[in-house]
């Protein structure tokens, strides 16, 4: 290099330590300024070049055009690329006059002029690319300038020493040059427009990263605007940006699952090339081994195909700042020798405390990158997850959702994909702790020399326990999720069953069992707690976590799927549109077939009746043909478009139009026509918003009769070819069901023409059909048209001969409806009978006040269509018609919005946390940390007073005494972390098992008005999410919290007593430190709060989805409900992205703090040198250099615990809701043996449903006498149900009183009561479990009773059938039974408990005819001196009833017996003549 700057006047050494190191004057000779500085930023553009083109040729964004900053910053660059040959000619001008200049002033001026030139064309191609600000040049024009700054001072002092300018031409242009690259980087700095023809941002909340720029990217200053926002109001949901289209659901969910099929698909290939019977080539057996294993698709191979790339460059952060950080104890290493040398010069440790510095906040600068670059990975990984678990459950065989049900499916949703997210920024730890031990081992083996193998060989020693505990949490683990998912599972299925459950006064042993399972999940989780408390490696666990979760979420995406080739679209013989050539179905490869060799033609147009008993097979036969089933054998063809209505209509919690039109656009004539011809019309009336009421999940505001129409007027509006009727007329009343045929299903309907298939109990309109199929234990006994099996004589002729009405009658009642003419036809329409009340809401629960009541639940896609992205076209409304549009809504709202908290979590949640944990446990652990911490000081003080003991003979004294104490404290610290762990531990568990109980108990006692108000799936969101956060999340998050505050402290402590001049410095960094804090925290703590908000919405439309995923699949609307949910997860996603970016911005604000503490602390130490030991300076500097990492932590722990205990504060809000009466009341029990009578007296009874609400019942009295049966009948929203729930205090009186045998039923206990009553309800509900535990749940009745109850209910042949007997397991919601089957299981449970007083909720309505005459014979005898109410569905089963009771509108309005009704050609005449009865 010497070479390269000449000798004789103008020549000079390229490096002279004694002007440049030895000197209280230091400077850097002219060839050092001249060749390597200038050269540092040339050499860095070039590196960076290729790479840097690369990314712009793939990330091109469109040009931006050419405006005034850019033509300036071109300008310069032009202009410096001049100064550089204008040097470079001065050279030669010099060598052609004979001073011949240095080589570096040739080279120099060239590489500085070629580079400028490079930079200028760069800031072009850019402006190209679309790039709005260029972090490369940025760091390009900074580095000149830093490079630029040393001669800038050197050229000034040499000619202040000289008292000339030696070189004025060189002089002038290096001043210009400075000035020139100094308004460069100051331009760069400023960011260009957006490019042109960038696509229109019509988001009104474009996400700001895309646009900032690189500094305001690099300090993630671009969040301030929303943090300041946040501090002023509390975040509502606008104020959240929107997401980048790459981390969008659609995106993200898109390539995992490329990348997941990909994986399925080398194992379908594998396992193809080592199926039997094809034999490896030699070559491969050598390879592979002569077995090669079967291969299972890898879920996480599939994670990394698609996240890799994030992850790699996280990696290289990662590698940068773990670098970094082994820079500043070599610094510190350096200023302690310089405190211990009074000969240094001073500049020495300001430039040393300068370094330590700039290398703290590039370590800062870098290590946010990383986290943000991983946390975004994480979160990415979780709508992956989701995306994925989602379409799969759209997909799964009947067998495999049996085998786990929709609360386990869920919990896949919630916690595993959350413990991926947990588990990703602990993904480079795998080679990130071994590269830091390595090298920490390096630097201390210089130090220390051998010493250090004591402390490996006690690190490797630890290894195999860390090891052994790792795999011992991951048993917990695995033991523990199944425990959370069982629970959460029967949770769901109390919510979805509260009804019965309270009407069978069943609540205390539901509760034991959740209360059984929480015991063990909690003890698990002590046994988990100890173990953490004694490892010291948490992090070891935690990929062992979540490697449960990859194999759950691997199990449940390798589950079989529905075989989409078992029904044949496209071809069939011509003129049929369903052919089954010996069809043989199962509902799992380990039952035995349900239909076996089927041989069913249908012709296009075709009207086909499928008949037969209970449990035959009806339903089976319509899912064979939906594909629903596996198909063992045969062959099945089934042409074009498909229409379904299930047997049990499922409703989504949307609007009644958006149910009705499913996805479809709007068409107002074919929609007016459906609900027409569904004889809607009416109930749209009575609805508070009409067609745009929202109805509550499964369809809890409508009767089961409206639900069922609803169902049917979608497939009537879906315009299908074929359609699929699952016995869809048991839900409606007579009237409305020969209504319901005649308009809709019959020859004369709107769907004639059109194929279907007609699942029926129902045999007046058997004569209407084209042919009919009968069906007998899963076989086609008798096929034909109805008169060709009359003829036959078969048993099918018998069983019409036993049930038809007779033909005169027929005839008789056809004349009559002719004569009375068609306005007859309405009349009847408004009288919708006997409709099916399944809820509460049978009446006018939701009609009249309730839009004061209730807000409407403001799911994004209710309120607008279904949510963006949405593939129907829809029809614009006029602003007329949306202003009605959006009015109805408000009117017709059901479920309140869930409301996010705002503002600072209150004092008294954390009181009321600290009070579960246990008063006396929380002292302990603060005095615990206290003591722990001073533990720590006392060891650091103890060892830097050794290092400065005096030496002897170049050995210390009294080594033994120091190691001893040294020891003594070290081990004491460590026993009180320990202690302070368990104690924690113990008071977190404590805490978790006093909240969730205070939880369930109030939410078993809740009163049903809650329930049919709030979705389950916000209730559930509190016993999985907000429950697990109380479990696993608050007691590690406090422990950090304490661990962090003490260490914040002490350093303090240690600081301020080894250089008292810090104190000046405290408050301002203070006042900094809490202005950063309170900032982020009002804003984190709401981004938190809406993200919980915006998470139930998931799964409720997930577990919704689950339930109708039969029907979506049959109406092929899977796609839209996949974008439903994609749109769901970004609304959750959007609170998700600014809470990370918050974290961001914290930390740079908190590390700049903690970086001035080591400046100060480094400065102070070098100011006051002379005082200070050595020791105490490396004490000082080390503890500064920890600060950082704690004040970090200390806020986001303050943070993360107010962002979690809203975990405690939502619970807390579920715990406080009103309850029930008391179950009993120990001063007012009943008799034993009451009601000996089964007397029932309504006195001037009034009822409504909640406070705020009209009359329901008004000024009722009526006397039922012991012993006699009651019909109860009336239109919808007359008020039967009420009736029978007002008798179970279900609702409880306005005014007035029940009397049974004389006695008040308001001076019981709700149990007294409901104990002694019975009912069978109209909605069946079976719980999993066994048959046993769904008849007798408290064990009370003997094996005989219930094997006798069973052969009262028909029921003892299918249940002796079963291998496991009383034991079958009944599957959640009873699916594996038949409708029909589940309520003869209810009718078992009625004849089991025997009661006096007997209530029938239209119970019949989804039998046969023959069943239902057996039911009915069965009630007579078994019953005959029973009290017994009936809400009558069909007339028939009353007609010789005592008494009968029309109700109309809250009030008696007949009640008489049957046969003076009639006589007196009421309302009931009127009805009994629709039947054909009168």
């Known amino acids: 290099m010497d070479a390269l700057c000449g000798s004789g006047k103008f020549g000079s050494k390229f490096w002279d330590a004694n002007l440049s190191v030895h000197t209280d004057n230091p400077d850097l000779t002219p060839c050092f300024q001249n060749s390597l500085l200038a050269w540092v930023p040339c050499i860095y553009l070039w590196v960076a070049l290729p790479c840097y083109l690369l990314y712009l040729r793939h990330h091109s964004r469109g040009y931006i055009i050419l405006s005034h900053l850019s033509r300036l910053k071109t300008v310069l660059g032009v202009l410096l690329w001049c100064i550089s040959w204008a040097d470079l000619f001065y050279s030669f001008h010099g060598l052609v006059h004979g001073r011949a200049p240095a080589p570096v002033f040739f080279v120099t001026p060239l590489v500085v002029g070629v580079t400028m030139l490079l930079a200028t064309l760069l800031i072009q191609y850019e402006r190209l690319q679309g790039v709005q600000s260029s972090g490369v040049l940025i760091i390009f024009w900074f580095l000149c300038v830093v490079c630029a700054i040393i001669p800038f001072r050197s050229k000034i002092l040499s000619a202040k020493a000289e008292g000339e300018i030696s070189d004025p031409f060189r002089f002038t242009t290096f001043y210009i040059y400075f000035a020139l690259v100094l308004s460069a980087l100051i331009l760069a700095c400023f960011r260009e427009k957006p490019p042109l023809f960038s696509a229109k941002n019509v988001d009104p909340n474009p996400y700001p990263e895309t646009s900032a720029g690189f500094l305001s990217r690099l300090f993630f200053w671009w969040f301030t605007k929303m943090a300041i926002h946040g501090y002023r109001h509390p975040l509502e949901e606008k104020d959240l940006w929107s997401l980048k289209e790459e981390d969008r659901s659609q995106m993200v969910v898109q390539q995992l699952l490329e990348a997941w099929r990909k994986q399925q698909k080398q194992t379908a290939r594998h396992k193809a090339a080592a199926a039997p019977g094809e034999k490896a080539s030699s070559e491969d057996e050598v390879l592979l081994g002569t077995q090669p294993r079967p291969r299972q698709p890898s879920f996480l191979q599939a994670l990394l195909t698609t996240f890799g790339s994030s992850l790699l460059i996280s990696a290289c952060f990662k590698l940068i700042q773990d670098l970094l950080s082994f820079i500043n104890p070599q610094l510190l290493s350096v200023l302690i020798r310089f405190i211990s040398n009074p000969m240094a010069p001073s500049w020495w440790g300001f430039l040393v405390a300068g370094l330590m510095f700039l290398c703290s906040m590039m370590q800062s600068l870098i290590l946010q990158q990383y986290y943000h670059c991983i946390f975004v990975t994480g979160l990415k990984f979780r709508t992956g997850i989701i995306g994925v678990i989602y379409r799969k459950a759209l997909v799964i065989t009947n067998s495999v959702k049996r085998a786990s049900t929709v609360g386990e499916i869920v919990n896949l949703m919630s916690v595993d994909a959350q413990r991926f997210m947990d588990l990703v920024p602990f993904l480079n730890l795998l080679w990130s702790a071994p590269l830091q031990i390595i090298l920490a081992m390096y630097f201390l083996w210089q130090n220390l020399g051998p010493s250090v193998l004591a402390g490996v060989a006690l690190m490797v020693l630890l290894i195999p326990l860390n090891g052994a505990v790792a795999m011992k949490m991951r048993a917990f683990q695995v033991e523990q999720m199944k425990l959370k998912d069982s629970r959460i599972k029967l949770m769901s299925e109390i919510l979805n069953g509260i009804k019965v459950l309270k009407l069978y006064a069943w609540e205390p042993s539901f509760l034991q069992q959740v209360e059984g399972i929480r015991l063990r999940e909690l003890q698990l989780l002590r046994k988990a707690a100890y173990l953490h408390a004694i490892s010291t490696f948490i992090w070891v666990c935690s990929p062992f976590l979540a490697s449960v979760s990859l194999k759950r979420i691997q199990h449940f995406l390798s ?859 069965t009630i007579r005898t078994q019953f005959d001196t029973c009290t017994v109410l009936t809400i009558a569905h069909r007339l028939n089963t009353i007609m010789d009833y005592t008494r009968v009771l029309v109700l109309d509108k809250g009030v008696i309005a007949e009640f008489d017996a049957p046969a003076n009704l009639i006589a007196a050609r009421g309302i009931f005449y009127g009805m009994a003549r629709d039947a054909g009865l009168a």
């Open 559 to 1417: 589950q079989d799927e529905l075989d989409t080739q078992c029904v044949e679209r496209k071809i069939i013989s011509p003129g049929y549109a369903i052919t089954i050539h010996s069809g043989t179905f199962t509902w799992a490869q380990d039952l035995p077939p349900t239909l076996h060799s089927l041989d069913i033609q249908v012709p296009k147009g075709a009207l086909v009746a499928v008949v037969g008993a209970v449990g035959c097979g009806k339903s089976s036969l319509v899912s064979a043909l939906l594909g629903e089933m596996e198909k063992l054998e045969g062959k099945v063809h089934v042409k074009g478009s498909v229409a379904y209505v299930p047997q049990q209509a499922w409703i989504r919690n949307c609007t009644l139009q958006e149910n009705v039109l499913f996805g479809q656009a709007l068409n107002p004539k074919r929609y007016q026509q459906a609900l027409e011809a569904c004889a809607l019309l009416d109930d749209l009336k009575m609805l508070p918003g009409g067609d745009q009421t929202e109805i509550g999940e499964k369809g809890i505001n409508l009767s089961g009769g409206q639900r069922q129409r609803v169902s049917l007027a979608r497939a009537v509006y879906s315009n299908a070819d074929i359609f699929l009727l699952d016995d869809p007329l048991s839900a409606v009343d007579s009237h409305v069901a020969k209504h319901i045929f005649d308009h809709v299903i019959g020859p004369e309907g709107v769907l004639a023409g059109k194929t279907r298939v007609l699942v029926t109990h129902s045999i007046s309109f058997l004569p209407q059909t084209d042919f009919i199929i009968v069906l007998t234990d899963g076989q086609v006994s008798e096929m034909g048209p109805y008169p060709a099996l009359l003829q036959c004589n078969g048993s099918f002729a018998n069983f019409l001969r036993n049930y038809a009405p007779d033909e005169d009658q027929e005839r008789r009642e056809d004349s009559q409806t002719a004569l009375e003419g068609v306005e007859d036809e309405e009349v009847l329409l408004v009288e919708d009978t006997l409709s099916n009340h399944t809820d509460l809401t049978d009446n006018d629960p939701v009609t009249f006040a309730v839009q004061k009541q209730f807000m409407r639940q403001l799911s994004a896609l209710s309120s607008d269509g279904e949510g963006q992205g949405q593939p129907a076209p829809r029809r614009r409304l006029g602003p007329s018609e949306k202003v009605q549009v959006t009015e109805a809504k408000a009117n017709g709202a059901l479920t309140q919005e869930e409301k996010a908290e705002t503002g600072t979590v209150e004092l008294s949640v954390f009181w009321d946390y600290a009070k579960a944990v246990g008063l006396c446990t929380t002292l302990a652990i603060c005095l615990l940390y206290a003591g722990q911490s001073a533990a720590a000081i006392g060891a650091n003080v103890w060892l830097s007073a050794w290092t400065n003991d005096a030496m002897t003979d170049s050995r210390q004294n009294n080594t033994s005494l120091r190691l001893g104490v040294y020891a003594t404290l070290g081990i004491l610290q460590g026993l009180l972390v320990m202690l302070s762990a368990m104690a924690m531990a113990v008071g977190g568990i404590q805490a978790g098992r006093v909240l969730h109980q205070a939880l369930l108990h109030n939410k078993i006692r809740s009163p049903q008005s809650f329930f049919d108000t709030t979705p389950s799936g916000r209730i559930l969101n509190r016993f999985s999410k907000d429950i697990y956060v109380i479990d696993e999340v608050l007691a590690p998050a406090i422990l950090m919290l304490l661990n962090s505050f003490f260490n914040a402290i002490s350093t303090l402590v240690v600081i301020v007593a080894s250089t008292p001049l810090f104190v000046v410095v405290i408050l301002p960094l203070a006042v900094l430190y809490t202005l950063v804090q309170r900032f982020y925290a009002a804003t984190s703590r709401q981004l938190k709060r809406l993200e919980s908000v915006s998470r139930s919405p998931i799964y409720s439309h997930f577990s919704e989805t689950v339930n109708g995923a039969s029907v979506i699949r049959a109406y092929n609307r899977s796609r839209d409900f996949e974008v439903i949910n994609d749109t769901k997860v970004d609304i959750n996603q959007r609170s998700c992205y600014p809470y990370i970016i918050s974290n961001r911005w914290l930390s740079i604000g908190v590390e700049f703090v903690g970086n001035c503490v080591v400046l100060f602390a480094a400065l102070f130490a070098v100011v006051g040198r002379s005082s200070l030991s050595p020791g105490l300076v490396g004490l000082s500097v080390s503890y500064s250099l920890q600060v950082t990492l704690a004040l970090n932590w200390m806020i986001r722990m303050m943070s993360d615990l107010e962002s979690n205990i809203v975990a405690v504060e939502r619970v807390k809000e579920y715990c406080k809701t009103e309850t029930e009466a008391p179950w009993v009341v120990e001063g007012s029990r009943p008799p034993k043996g009451w009601p000996l009578r089964g007397e029932v007296e309504f006195r001037n009874y009034s009822v409504r449903y909640r406070p705020g609400l009209d009359l329901v019942l008004r000024d009722l009295s009526l006397h039922v006498h012991a012993g006699e049966k009651v019909g109860i009948v009336g239109r919808t929203g007359a008020g039967k149900s009420s009736l029978t729930l007002c008798l179970f205090r279900i609702l409880e009186a306005a005014k007035g009183e029940i009397l049974i045998d004389g006695l008040n039923v308001a001076d019981f206990g709700l149990h007294d009561l409901r104990s002694q009553l019975t009912i069978i309800p109209q909605d069946p509900i079976l719980f999993s479990g066994t048959l046993r535990m769904n008849l007798d749940p408290f064990g009370s009745y003997s094996e005989d009773d219930i094997w006798r109850a069973l052969e009262l209910s028909h029921l003892h042949t299918f249940v002796s059938s079963q291998p496991a007997g009383l034991d079958f397991q009944c599957s959640e919601g009873g699916e594996n039974l038949s409708v029909g089957q589940r309520q003869l299981v209810c009718l078992a449970r009625a004849l089991l408990r025997k009661s006096r007083i007997l209530v029938l909720d239209e119970a019949t309505a989804a039998v046969d005819l023959e069943t239902d005459d057996l039911i009915q014979a």
